[in-house]
């Protein structure tokens, strides 16, 4: 089982930073054999892949719309999974959410992932 908790999330200028954080719990199997992604959804919109990383080996994966503005990256001693991010546009405005992938492929796709924590909000003004 994995257990998920999501924070970090608010209101920001365009141009500014947020950096959510992911409290990731496991047990049944290793944390080495999990993967966290981010995803985001908007109102009206499909939830949507942003980034991933795989503890295994630390391999990461981004979309394009966020390269060069979002970092994905982990403090595994405290098992927490944070993304920065920086540059922020009204375009990233959405309830973002993290998720657990037990097979650890670490790949965009929501389809691709188990286990959800609750969302937190980020909005952007202009």
């Known amino acids: 089982d994995v257990q998920l908790q999501a924070s970090g999330g608010g209101l920001v200028q365009a141009g500014g930073s947020l950096r959510l954080s992911c409290a990731v719990s496991?047990?049944?199997?290793?944390?080495?054999?999990?993967?966290i992604g981010w995803f985001r959804q908007a109102p009206g919109e499909q939830r949507e892949g942003v980034s991933a990383l795989r503890f295994s080996d630390g391999g990461k994966r981004y979309e394009d719309f966020v390269k060069g503005r979002f970092t994905i990256f982990s403090d595994n001693a405290k098992n927490v999974v944070y993304l920065q991010m920086n540059n922020l546009e009204p375009g990233d405005t959405a309830v973002y959410y993290c998720?657990?992938?037990?097979?650890?492929?670490?790949?965009?796709?929501?389809?691709?992932?188990?286990?959800w924590g609750q969302g937190t909000q980020v909005t952007v003004s202009s």
């Open positions: 496991v047990s049944g199997f290793p944390l080495d054999d999990v993967a």
């Open positions: 998720a657990a992938d037990e097979y650890g492929l670490g790949a965009l796709g929501p389809y691709e992932y188990t286990y």
